[in-house]
Structures are given as structure tokens and as C-alpha cells.
């Protein structure tokens, strides 16, 4: 329903603008239910303006980051000409200036899945917003992707459960945003291409240690038992059969 939508833009307007996007727990991109998605559109806009903007249209306000140099400045803007190149829609935002290394807030739709802005963590404030007909079809596109350190699933029905058990990533958080890795009792990291091993408490303690495994032998030792000639200890394959 209409308030869902709109919680849901404002959660996602913070979570994936904050630094300007160069976070890397910020939704890359978003995959939105057809019948919501120009709603999801119009109240992502208004959000964003909300939150980041002194005034109408400018980005000049205290809470919005700008890019943490001159290359990652021009390697998000090629990014949004790529997309725009490829037949990307700018529904808000995509102006830029060098001089103070600032992006604005940018969404695009009807963005071609092939653009390099599809196949590489942005770290920028840049949004894709694709919209999808069944569940079914979220799941197989978020499964044809590398596996992400986070994914952020806004959903009040059965639906959930059934997309944290069909997709793989390193964390989750179920109507809300980047919160998990406040949680110092939860283990944070990602899984294959989005990482390898987990940080905080306990976690963090087991991923950075290395479990050694330590033998003592009896003084009843058996394991000559298995030293060849192997002719005459046919007995003991048979037994070490049963065994395994």
C-alpha cells in the first residue's frame, strides 16, 4: 500500500545516499513490483529531497557527502553516461560538478541489464530502479548476479521467507536498511565474491583465529594395523569397510 511504498523510499533514500553512496553496505540497485513502481519513483524523489537537499534542488546541504576524489568523481559520472548511453532513463538528479566533487542524487529507470553500471559495485550515489511482474523473477535475477554482502528485502507477506531461502548474500535486514551491521552479536561479512569470513564479537574472533587440530597417540596404538603388505591383512580391509 501507499504507506509501505513510502516508508520503504525513505529507508532506501538514507541507505543508499548516505556518504553518497560510498558505503559498502548501500543498495546498488533496486527491484521494485511493476504496479508499485511509479509510485516507488515519485516518493524516492520526494524523499531524497527531504533528507539531502538545501532547498528545491540543490545538494550544498551538510548531509550530503560528495566524492572522495577527482578519479571516483569521473568514474561515477561515466557510469551514469553509460547507462544514459544505453537507454537509461534520469528521473531525478545526474548534474555534477568537479570543482566541489559533487553528484547529485541520481535514479535511473529502464536501465539495459548489459550496462557496466549493472555489473560493478557503484559506491556512488546512483540508483537503477527495475521493475519485476513476479517474486519469482526478482529471485532469478538477483541469483544470475554475484552474491551481495547485503540485500534488503521490504516485504509484509510469506514472500520473504521465500526469497531468504532462494538467495544467497552476506547479510540481510527485512524493512529497514544497513542497520544489521550496528549489531555487534551478529556476524558481518559477505559470501564468495562478496567476501570471505565475518567480522564482530565472537565472529570476528573465530574468522581471525586458525582452529588447530592436535593429535596425542595412546600408548595402545592400532595403527600399524593398516601398514602394508596389504596381501595378508585382508581381514582389516574388511573391517575398515564395515567402519566407514
Partial sequence: NRSNVEKAAKKLAWGKLVNAGQT????????VQEDVHDAFVLHFKEQVKRLFYNGENKTDSASYGRMINEHHFKRINSLIEGAVKDGAKI???GN????SLTIEPTMLTSVDLSSKIMDEEIFGPVLPVISYSKIADAIRFINEKDKPLA????????ETKQILQQTSSG???????LIHISNPNLPFGGVNSSGIG???????????SHE????FQSKIDFTSMVYPPYEKKNWVLRLLKRII
Avoid at 547479510?171 to 536498511?177: A, E, H, L, P, S
Fill in 24 to 31: 559498502c553496505i548501500a543498495p546498488d540497485y533496486i527491484l
Fill in 91 to 93: 528521473e531525478m538528479g
Fill in 96 to 99: 555534477a560538478d568537479l570543482k
Fill in 151 to 158: 540485500l534488503y528485502i521490504f516485504d509484509n507477506s510469506n
Fill in 171 to 177: 547479510g540481510v535486514c527485512v524493512n529497514d536498511v
Fill in 198 to 208: 565475518s567480522g564482530h564479537g565472537f565472529y570476528g574472533f573465530k574468522s581471525f
Fill in 212 to 215: 588447530r587440530a592436535v593429535v
